[in-house]
């Protein structure tokens, strides 16, 4: 039976933490500073981890190498099950040449780039957090991008920090519904809070998404639309986390966001549109050239050699060509809709689950506290995944569109040769995580934090930032810190519920520089190889973020009380 000490180094806990925040240094090291390969820096970091596991922790070699297999196998399934799948999705379109039709079809909303990614990145995206969640809105969302003329690394990280404000009520509101039952608050109470501090995010995401799609010019000249779709997105996600539903919460915003994008698109037009694209289409003609050696670039971008300048000779849109271009995102939502709204559909599908411990690791491990550890517990999932309901869609689409069986096979094929060192970082980065978790490491790292007495509440969503940043999943930083946040606002006579909230919305801003999601958008934008890149055009968006929450908590929890529910 192995129980983490929470201060090996000198019986100190600030010793030990920073200690145990070698591997994470040691990403951000290697992909900030040294740009390494996301799967270097992963293996790296999780060799670390291993020697700080074993070496300062105690944890036994078996035990250690048992929880790194764990981890990886997680990483696999469900995490790159779902990126796979949503990537040869994909595919498919191209393959079936309806790719053009889906740029074609979003051009008829709206031709200008800027408002594309509202659009695309900000409010579908949204929608796809609240139905799947786990980097499928990154996946989709990012090549979604490029159908519309997006170079890769602008798409990659317009994507990421899009995936943000709606992260918090992902997946039916899956962190909240953990955090609420591993700490006993009411999960309703938790939302509702956090309804009160993401839609501040939700304001100014969109402005953000135009600024990086073209700059100050492009804010002076779309911030109209921006400004209402965030306004209307936010206004949404309180109501609805507030009054009616914690699990529809972004559902109701996502679709709120888009009718007011759509309306408003009636009545005023953003001057400029046209010299966006073309200044766009500029810059993927010198990103095409530069393309570095021996690396991935725009020239091998998903897009499958589909030229994204505008064709003037395309045949005009019917309403059958527009049926079949969004007919693989609009069979998504209706799949994602019935398998989680629709309770008979969504038992049933759990039902099937398969749920076990990890071999010789469950019944080993106890948490600091000396209770058994319930983290060696693994779900396979192979309907009820997200993972799985993209491959049911998959063949879906490919007989819909008519192509064989065999060239949606070698399709496939193709699919996991290219995905093969997105693979292998993720799964490094999770059994990093998993390592880093059951040994006592990131307890130790929360624990020094929380000790900092009634100023937690300012640092408490860098714990929720922390966790989502090692795991790339707000639920899984939520059942690490949950109850820590719990009870160090307990001690400090802070509200629990503001915290436990807090941690929640602190890793919505995480997710965007976790090595999981930068590997996500890489592989889906054909950027794999570049994801140290990506990490240093986001690192300072997901930083200042941060802070802005860590200000509103804290001043939520003294001079802004008024406004919690």
Request: proline share 5%.
């Amino acid at each position: 039976m192995y129980q983490p000490d929470l201060t090996p180094v000198a019986d100190s806990l600030a010793a030990s933490s920073l200690v145990a925040l070698l591997p994470l240094l040691t990403v951000f090291l290697t992909l900030g500073v040294l740009r390494w390969k996301a799967h270097l820096a992963g293996l790296s970091a999780l060799g670390v981890s291993l020697v700080v596991a074993v070496a300062v922790y105690g944890m036994p070699v078996d035990l250690a190498a048992l929880s790194t297999t764990q981890g990886m196998v997680f990483g696999l399934f469900p995490i790159m099950w779902i990126v796979v799948n949503a990537i040869w999705l994909y595919e498919l379109t191209v393959r079936s040449g309806r790719f053009n039709d889906l740029r074609a079809v979003i051009n008829a909303i709206s031709d200008d780039p800027r408002v594309q990614a509202i659009i695309i990145a900000f409010c579908f995206g949204g929608l796809l957090e609240a139905l799947a969640g786990f980097g499928a809105p990154v996946a989709i969302t990012g090549v979604m991008l490029l159908a519309v003329g997006f170079t890769p690394m602008r798409a990659a990280v317009v994507v990421l920090l899009a995936n943000t404000a709606p992260v918090a009520f992902g997946a039916i509101a899956t962190p909240i519904i953990t955090a609420g039952t591993l700490t006993g608050i009411d999960y309703t109470e938790i939302g509702a809070v956090v309804g009160h501090q993401t839609p501040f995010l939700a304001l100014i995401v969109p402005l953000l998404l135009v600024l990086l799609a073209d700059g100050k010019r492009g804010v002076r000249e779309t911030w109209p639309i921006a400004v209402v779709v965030g306004f209307v997105f936010a206004v949404a996600q309180y109501a609805s986390a507030t009054y009616f539903s914690v699990e529809l919460t972004d559902i109701v915003a996502s679709l709120a966001g888009l009718i007011a994008a759509v309306v408003m698109l009636r009545v005023w037009t953003p001057a400029g549109g046209a010299e966006a694209r073309s200044r766009l289409l500029a810059e993927m003609d010198a990103e095409q050239g530069d393309a570095p050696a021996g690396g991935t670039g725009a020239a091998d971008s998903p897009a499958g050699g589909v030229a994204l300048d505008q064709q003037t000779d395309a045949p005009a849109l019917t309403a059958g060509r527009v049926l079949m271009a969004l007919f693989p995102y609009l069979l998504v939502i209706v799949v994602f809709s019935i398998a989680k709204l629709v309770d008979p559909v969504k038992e049933w599908l759990l039902g099937t689950d398969l749920v076990f411990g990890w071999p010789g690791l469950d019944g080993n491990l106890l948490t600091a506290a000396g209770d058994p550890s319930t983290s060696p517990t693994y779900t396979f999932g192979w309907l009820s995944a997200p993972g799985s309901l993209l491959l049911i869609c998959g063949v879906v689409v490919a007989l819909v569109y008519r192509l064989s069986l065999a060239e949606a096979a070698r399709a496939y094929g193709q699919n996991l040769m290219k995905l093969r060192f997105s693979i292998l970082t993720v799964a490094s980065v999770l059994g990093l995580a998993y390592v880093m978790n059951q040994s006592g490491q990131t307890i130790t790292v929360g624990t020094w934090i929380a000790g900092t007495g009634a100023a937690f509440a300012f640092f408490s969503p860098i714990l929720g930032w922390l966790g989502t940043a090692v795991t790339g999943s707000d639920t899984s930083a939520n059942a690490l810190f949950a109850t820590l946040q719990q009870t160090a606002a307990e001690r400090a006579g802070i509200d629990p519920t503001l915290l436990v909230a807090a941690n929640t919305s602190g890793g919505v801003v995480g997710k965007m520089i976790s090595p999981q999601n930068l590997t996500i958008a890489a592989t889906a934008v054909g950027l794999v190889g570049r994801e140290s890149d990506i990490f240093r055009k986001v690192i300072g968006w997901s930083v200042g973020l941060l802070l802005i929450l860590c200000v509103l908590v804290g001043l939520q929890s003294t001079v802004l009380s008024w406004m919690l529910p």
